[in-house]
């Protein structure tokens, strides 16, 4: 008996199957990116996700209930990183940042001076396609398809490799950007560097009564949202879900944001 020849006729149907199977497997998400005026951005393709959070809260979570069901109906460019120094530079002509840096996040921006910034960019640019993402769309960006409390998982960890966090008090700064893993959309510290502003008045109670396309946040309000934690945080405070408010005219040396650009 030529048991041996058996064997590799046996086995060519599993390894032809192996190999298909291979070949045959989804691909990961391909990243497409655009820059505009010196900013690179990535392509956000519409979907939908669980926003928010339902696990037992404490004073720093309960704005983040009731988990539910959101949907991106349009695609969108976000920044690859928080806007930097010489971004800002560019535009206004000065740089309010604690720790000069060109490659470094702007820091101590309110959200009233991002609008001031937007309008100027806009200007160059000839339109109006500049803007602060919506709370929705930088969670569901920053969840990158994920649904545990950091994008790559749960473990705080591991969270080293992706954010720069844990100097609890201001004698640190921010660092460039860049630096560490991105998510698996290609977004650079969305979990720490610096705080990020985004649209959205704050409202506690709106999850409860938001709607499930495209929401926008509260009509009005005394606060605006901004998102993702920073350097001088905690890990707690990084998690895709977190929320917090400030004063639109709030600068702070650990509060910068980033940019979307619409879709000519």
Not at 36 to 52: N, R, T
Not at 110 to 117: C, G, I, M, P, R
Not at 146 to 161: P, V
């Amino acid at each position: 008996m030529k048991t041996q020849d058996y064997r590799k006729i046996t086995l060519l149907p599993t390894l032809a199957m192996l190999v298909l199977t291979i070949f045959c497997m989804p691909s990961a998400r391909a990243l497409e990116s655009k820059t505009f005026i010196g900013i690179k951005f990535i392509l956000i393709e519409p979907g939908c996700f669980q926003m928010g959070n339902d696990k037992t809260p404490t004073d720093n979570t309960i704005g983040e209930m009731p988990s539910h069901r959101v949907c991106i109906e349009k695609p969108f460019y976000l920044g690859e990183t928080e806007v930097m120094q010489k971004q800002w530079e560019n535009v206004m002509g000065s740089n309010p940042s604690k720790v000069k840096a060109e490659d470094r996040p702007v820091d101590r921006v309110s959200w009233n001076d991002a609008q001031d910034f937007i309008q100027k960019l806009n200007a160059k640019d000839g339109g109006k396609h500049f803007r602060l993402p919506t709370e929705a769309e930088w969670e569901y960006a920053a969840r990158a398809g994920s649904d545990s409390d950091y994008s790559y998982g749960n473990d705080s960890k591991s969270l080293a490799q992706y954010a720069w966090f844990g100097n609890l008090g201001y004698k640190g700064s921010s660092h460039e950007v860049a630096q560490k893993q991105p998510n698996d959309w290609g977004l650079y510290d969305m979990h720490g560097n610096v705080w990020e502003w985004v649209q959205d008045w704050y409202g506690p109670t709106y999850y409860s009564n938001s709607p499930a396309n495209n929401p926008l946040g509260p009509e009005s309000g005394k606060y605006r949202v901004y998102r993702g934690g920073s350097w001088v945080g905690k890990a707690t405070n990084l998690r895709s879900a977190v929320r917090f408010s400030a004063l639109p005219v709030t600068r702070t040396h650990d509060l910068g944001f980033r940019l979307v650009r619409l879709l000519d």
